[in-house]
């Protein structure tokens, strides 16, 4: 007996509408179930994780998940929450983007184990590249009057926004060609079972209806919630844009660090989302969490968890580490073991001044480095105060006035971290 998926997901939070009889459906033995992806990026973002997570989920459960990349979809944009249309992509890039992606939903997902329920990457454009116009509309246009299109929210929505533009005839036949992906998937895979987030239930539907009336079956439907903030602001965002999981776009340290920076109220919402932890090992996190909340349990639990799925558990401890470097107690050696990106996302916003190189090798002193070459202090008096009641560090070991700053100094053969106090950092960088 398979483990019960619904019921699963239910008190994770994770499931916003299903159609009637999924559960019972699933009980009964091993189905396979998509879910589509986006692939006009070489990367996805924290935006992708609730799919992600609800595919993983299913395929633990004992069923079989399907990834479809939308390389046909991807060409034509979907209109489901989005003002406008997007730009549409060539062939190869698609095919690029695919292969990013599959290589990200590998750190979710079985794909080569060989197990009956070993995971499976589709891409649309393989079954829609050959599929000519007036086919399309003959054998899958007739089965669907333009009332029923016209009655999805994501249709309704774009028509009667503030958009003066409209929606094109394109993404108005968008669930259309989502619609017979699942009536394809159903064919060629028995898929039986479309998921996605909420805004996509009327696309899902279309295409259960398609397998009504075109395959003569049954298609099943559910969807998951959008996630948001308990602030408002919108979730997967930082002030630089998206969190990505390609640690090229976002490191993996301030990756950790937007994990751990979530409230007590959001933390205690993702860790049921976006972690493998069980039920009662969450149950006690937040329980713990709630008898000491500044010892922030919940969001090291998280930040621990969503970091080493994605990355791993080596990354993850080099973001722990980073992150002592800027709020805890490090020492010289634990600077120079950063690499030069996580240092710089590390002491990202911090003032830096820049120097010649043969300024160090001659030796620099603490008073000219703290005045008059970097202007991180305003005179050699204050300098010259600051180095006497010891509270200047270069590498976060104290110096004093007699101290020079030389080539040995330097992190990644090119900064140079001075402390004063605990407060103030400042970087000097040399050319």
Request: net charge negative.
């Amino acid at each position: 007996m398979n483990k019960n998926f619904v019921e699963e997901i239910t008190w994770r939070g994770m499931l916003y509408d299903v159609m009637p009889g999924t559960e019972e459906h699933l009980l009964e033995e091993m189905r396979s179930a998509y879910i589509g992806f986006d692939p006009t990026a070489d990367s996805l973002h924290i935006g992708n994780l609730v799919p992600i997570m609800l595919l993983a989920h299913y395929q633990r459960c004992g069923h079989r998940p399907v990834a479809l990349v939308g390389g046909a979809t991807g060409m034509i944009g979907d209109p489901s929450g989005k003002s406008s249309e997007r730009n549409l992509l060539d062939e190869a890039t698609l095919r690029h983007n695919q292969e990013c992606v599959r290589e990200q939903l590998s750190q979710f997902l079985d794909f080569t184990s060989g197990a009956k329920n070993e995971a499976l990457m589709v891409n649309n454009y393989d079954w829609m590249k050959d599929l000519g116009f007036l086919e399309f509309i003959r054998d899958v246009g007739k089965h669907i009057t333009v009332n029923y299109m016209m009655s999805k929210d994501s249709v309704k929505n774009r028509l009667s926004g503030e958009s003066t533009e409209g929606m094109s005839f394109t993404e108005f036949t968008y669930q259309l060609v989502q619609g017979y992906d699942f009536v394809h998937l159903y064919k060629t895979h028995k898929c039986t079972l479309q998921m996605g987030g909420s805004d996509q239930w009327g696309n899902i539907t279309t295409g259960t209806e398609l397998i009504r009336r075109i395959g003569n079956g049954k298609g099943f439907a559910l969807t998951c919630p959008l996630i948001t903030k308990s602030d408002g602001s919108k979730f997967g965002k930082s002030e630089s844009g998206n969190i990505w999981l390609d640690s090229n776009r976002t490191s993996p340290y301030k990756f950790y660090q937007y994990w751990l920076n979530s409230s007590d109220e959001d933390a205690e919402k993702y860790i049921k989302i976006f972690t493998f932890l069980d039920k009662e090992t969450i149950q006690k996190l937040i329980s713990q969490h709630k008898e000491a909340p500044h010892m922030r349990l919940l969001q090291k639990a998280l930040a621990k968890e969503v970091t080493s799925t994605v990355h791993s558990e080596e990354e993850y401890e080099n973001a722990v580490k980073a992150s002592e470097v800027l709020f805890g107690k490090s020492t010289a050696g634990d600077l120079k073991n950063l690499d030069e990106a996580t240092l710089l996302d590390v002491f990202e916003g911090v003032p830096q001044a820049e120097i010649s190189r043969a300024e160090i090798e001659s030796g620099l002193d603490m008073i000219a480095a703290l005045s008059a070459k970097t202007n991180f202090l305003k005179s050699n008096g204050e300098a010259r105060r600051a180095l006497k009641e010891n509270a200047i560090s270069v590498n976060k070991e104290k110096v004093g006035e007699d101290y020079k700053i030389t080539t040995s100094n330097l992190i990644n053969d090119k900064y140079i971290i001075i402390n004063k106090g605990k407060r103030n950092t400042y970087i000097i960088r040399v050319l």
